[in-house]
């Protein structure tokens, strides 16, 4: 069932579409029609000071926490690549591949855990709040453990583990920010959240060089041991905090008048092509399957991460450049900042002009160019240079893929949910088998792995096109039912 984001002049002021009141919020827009000003997908500008007010609030005490969070999951599950530079193979004694099997592994239990982690969070059972913070304490614990480990098979069983409860995160936060958040709005928001993760490989380094370099071998540990224990605590600090800041639901999010809930809920509800009653969390699922635009978004979101594997041997991409261990971690943090503000550019950019083929087409193929760069030359200064290339054309795209997800398969909030776990899981299938690519022996141009990441690029671009034509074409037919909020591209 359709309904729409076009009614009178003032859109905010006079509609509001109460909970689960579908039908006659289609029979509204049927006879008000396309509202002035609109853009090609039916969305507007926001106008009302009360709407423009709650979207402030939501902002302050949303995106600081799941920044964060975030920041936090990536620098617990990504401390393994710098560990490796302070002896953490000869430590625990890996050989051959076996690093490359650790960090392969915690994806692994990532990926069991996602949907049915995101099918808990949108049955209406549980907090949200609550379910991620604790989940959040859970992995703070478990990534602190890693500095007890003895041997490639502690350390693998605890990779695992990390994966299993860092699972819920990611994909999570992804459905929390589709709630509040309209589809001009989201891929800014999403944008930020993913600027966590980039300042957490750029900030990474910084943070290992100081632990290595005060506390090695200090109280008879090493000093990547220390790393993992000092990222684990505050970790589990910061999510006792986030308990009492993250929201729950539209509805039910005890930090918001009920006004600013029921506000929350209507505008959402009004910027969803296709909405439909929720049936349940079962009946989401079956519906998220059963739709072929999953696979084409599955497939774009696995290209364009398979890209990004460079993420996990990020500091032995920069050491190829000739310089020691410090300077190394230092030179990693610049081209990752830089792509972070890059991100959130593109992410404001691609909601502002309700664009999506485009700015995946620039930056991913940015990012191959960078790609190209890498695996073809020696030169130092043109490989540092790729490295902010192919940093920024590649990151800047997660944003803008999700909210793609979001806003095309959002027709009911368990579908939405599943939907992003779905694409989520699938395309993080990448992480398992894209670390075999990094084959010691092929350093310092890493020949293999800079192509297939230059092809992935490509590829990823060829699938965006593929779904711009085919929400063109769906777009027509909703035009010619009669509707005016149609899929953006």
């Not at 099997?101 to 099918?119: D, H, K, R, W």
């Not at 944008?191 to 490989?201: H, K, M, Q, R, T």
């Not at 999953?294 to 993420?311: E, G, P, R, V």
Request: proline letters at 3%; glycine letters at 6%; charged letters at 15%.
């Amino acid at each position: 069932m359709s309904t729409n984001a076009h009614h009178n002049r003032d859109v905010e002021k006079d509609t509001s579409l109460h909970i689960d009141d579908v039908s006659s919020s289609e029979k509204d827009f049927a006879q008000n029609g396309p509202v002035a000003g609109a853009d090609y997908t039916g969305a507007v500008a926001k106008t009302d000071r009360e709407e423009i007010a709650l979207v402030k609030i939501l902002d302050r005490r949303i995106m600081p926490s799941l920044f964060c969070m975030y920041f936090l999951n990536k620098l617990d599950q990504n401390a393994i690549a710098n560990a490796r530079l302070n002896g953490l193979e000869k430590d625990l004694r890996l050989k051959g591949s076996q690093y490359n099997t650790c960090i392969s592994i915690l994806y692994v239990g990532y990926l069991l855990a996602q949907i049915p982690s995101n099918m808990i969070l949108s049955s209406k059972k549980v907090r949200p709040s609550l379910y991620m913070a604790s989940c959040m304490i859970v992995w703070g614990i478990v990534a602190s453990l890693t500095a007890l480990v003895k041997n490639y098979t502690g350390l693998v069983l605890v990779r695992f583990f990390l994966g299993f409860v860092e699972a819920p995160f990611y994909p999570g936060a992804l459905y929390i920010l589709s709630l509040f958040y309209t589809r001009k709005e989201i891929a800014t928001r999403v944008s930020i959240l993913y600027a966590g993760n980039i300042v957490a490989v750029a900030m990474a380094g910084l943070i290992a060089a100081a632990c290595f370099a005060t506390l090695d071998d200090k109280h008879n540990m090493h000093g990547w041991q220390w790393l993992f224990i000092i990222e684990g605590v505050v970790t589990v600090g910061v999510a006792i905090i986030c308990i009492f800041v993250l929201p729950d639901t539209p509805l039910t999010t005890r930090w918001l008048t009920p006004e600013q809930r029921q506000l929350a809920h209507d505008r959402i509800q009004r910027d969803t092509v296709g909405l439909e009653s929720s049936k349940g969390v079962r009946a989401g699922f079956m519906q998220a399957v059963r739709d072929p635009r999953l696979y084409l978004l599955i497939a774009m979101q696995n290209l364009h991460l398979s890209a990004t594997s460079f993420n996990q041997f990020f500091p032995t991409v920069v050491k190829s450049l000739g310089y020691n261990t410090t300077i190394t971690l230092v030179l990693t943090a610049p081209p990752t900042l830089v792509a972070g503000v890059v991100g959130i550019l593109i992410g404001i950019s691609s909601g502002k002009f309700n664009d999506r083929t485009w700015h995946i087409t620039v930056m991913m193929g940015i990012a191959a160019v960078g790609f190209i760069i890498s695996a073809t030359t020696l030169n130092v200064p043109a490989r540092y240079i790729s490295c902010f290339l192919f940093a920024s054309g590649v990151y800047s795209v997660n944003s803008v893929i999700l909210g793609w997800v979001s806003g095309t398969l959002g027709q009911t909030a368990e579908k939405k949910a599943v939907s992003l776990s779905i694409v989520n899981m699938v395309s993080m299938a990448s992480f398992i088998y894209t670390p075999y690519l990094y084959i010691k022996e092929d350093g310092p141009k890493y020949t293999i792995a800079m192509s297939s990441n230059a092809s992935f690029s490509l590829a990823c671009i060829a699938a965006a096109w593929g779904l711009r034509i085919w929400l063109q074409s769906q777009n027509r037919r909703l035009a010619r039912d009669g509707k005016h909020t149609f899929y953006g591209y």
